[in-house]
Structure formats: structure tokens, C-alpha cells
């Protein structure tokens, strides 16, 4: 699964440029690094203006869809399986319709007995940008009087270092050609599932970092501290 992750970057240019689209939609007066985004606060989201073109919006981080009686079903929906997709009703119209691109450059997994979780941090090694496939939806509850987009993080099997500790990682575009392809309205669902594989073994790092990260409410530069030997010996 996925249930934190980062967006460190600080340079706004730069991940407009990466994410194609213009730096004015970043807000870049307000842009704010993120250490440790978690579910049910709001991140940035890409999605298809247009057939050649994208656009940035802000969303709440687990699904929720019209017939849902409230908003408590997002904390089960923060991660779709690729495997059921089109078979999950939570999900099927937002893959055939609703598909958007979740940028970040890492993410967390933990190992250890609960009450002493040791978190890991995977991300590349050149810290480029991971495009994680993903699916929103717009919608307003009864009694609400605004619409929020939300989204959920397409998870599938994990592969390299992640694969040792988890079974499941996000789901990361490759390149900007399976980025457009996964936000082409149009496009086939066996195609789109073709896209949802596992990493490439060696296409991330771990690194083990600071336990300040199990706690959503820290969200500073000090999440990614290196972690004592002992949190690195953790992975093998």
C-alpha cells in the first residue's frame, strides 16, 4: 500500500516544468514542500485539461464518492488495486473516466512490531520526480454545500527493496509518454492496466529515517534524517 509520502521539492519552476504544467498553477508564492503527506489532507493532483493539455488541482487524499453517505469512507479508499480496477464500484467509473497523476519523490513503508514501527523511505536515486497513477472524483455530499475533488493512490505489487518489506507499492508511471497515455480519456482499459506494473528492481533507494515520520502531524525536513545503524540493519 501507500500511506505517506513526500513531495520535498522546493524549486516551483522546476516541477511545473516536470509535471507540464504552467508554474502560475503551483501557486509558487505559497508553494510549500511536503515531508510527509498523509491521508485525508490535500496534495496536488494532474489531470487532463484537454487532449494535449494538463492541469493542477488541489484534492483530499482518499476517495469518496456520491453515494457514499459521508466522508468516513475516504480512510478506506486512500489505495485502489490495479488488479480490480474496473470490478470495485468505488473505483470502476474513475478508472474508465477520472484518471490523474499524484507527483511526488518518495514515499514511506515501515517495518517492525507497531509499537515500534521503523519507517524507510523509497525514492530514486537522482531524486526525480515518481508519478504515481492514481483516480479522482468530484463530488458534494448531502448537506454540503461545495464540491471536493478527492483521490486515491493505485497501488500494485511491490518489487526491489520495497518488496522486502511490503507486498504492495504505488504504482509509478515510467516515463511522460505512460503519463499521457494514463491521462488519455480515450484509452483502452487492457492498455491502461499494461501500465500499472511493478517498478524496476533497481529504480529505487531506501533509506531509513526518523521515526518522527509515524506521526501525521510532523511534517518538517527532519522526516528524512538518516536513522541510527541499528533502523538501517532493518532492511537486508
Not at 509535471?19 to 498553477?25: F, P, R
Amino acid at each position: 500500500m501507500c500511506g505517506r509520502f513526500t513531495l520535498t521539492a522546493e524549486n516551483a519552476d522546476w516541477i511545473a516544468e516536470q509535471l507540464g504544467v504552467t508554474v502560475a498553477e503551483l501557486f509558487e508564492e505559497s508553494w510549500k514542500p511536503r515531508w510527509n503527506v498523509a491521508p485525508m489532507q490535500e496534495h496536488w493532483i494532474v489531470r487532463a485539461r484537454s487532449a494535449e493539455q494538463r492541469e493542477l488541482v488541489r484534492a483530499t487524499w482518499g476517495l469518496v464518492n456520491s453515494w457514499d453517505s459521508d466522508r468516513s469512507t475516504a480512510a478506506r479508499q486512500i489505495n485502489a488495486r490495479s488488479e480490480t480496477l474496473d470490478e470495485r464500484p468505488a473505483y470502476r467509473d474513475a478508472f474508465r473516466s477520472s484518471r490523474c497523476i499524484i507527483p511526488a519523490d518518495g514515499f514511506y513503508e515501515w517495518t517492525g512490531k507497531r509499537d515500534a514501527r521503523r519507517p524507510f523511505w523509497f525514492h530514486r536515486g537522482d531524486d526525480t520526480l515518481l508519478m504515481f497513477a492514481g483516480l479522482y472524483v468530484e463530488t458534494r455530499l448531502p448537506g454540503e454545500t461545495e464540491t471536493t475533488t478527492t483521490f486515491t493512490i493505485v497501488t500494485t505489487d511491490a518489487s526491489g527493496p520495497v518488496g522486502q518489506i511490503h507486498d504492495r507499492m504505488p504504482a509509478i508511471l515510467e516515463d511522460d509518454q505512460a503519463v499521457e497515455e494514463w491521462l488519455y480519456p480515450s484509452r483502452q482499459p487492457d492498455r491502461l492496466r499494461a501500465l500499472l506494473r511493478p517498478a524496476p528492481e533497481d529504480s529505487l533507494i531506501a533509506r531509513a529515517v526518523s521515526r518522527r515520520v509515524n506521526s501525521v502531524a510532523v511534517d518538517d525536513p527532519a522526516c528524512l534524517i538518516e536513522a541510527e545503524s541499528e533502523t538501517q540493519g532493518a532492511l537486508i
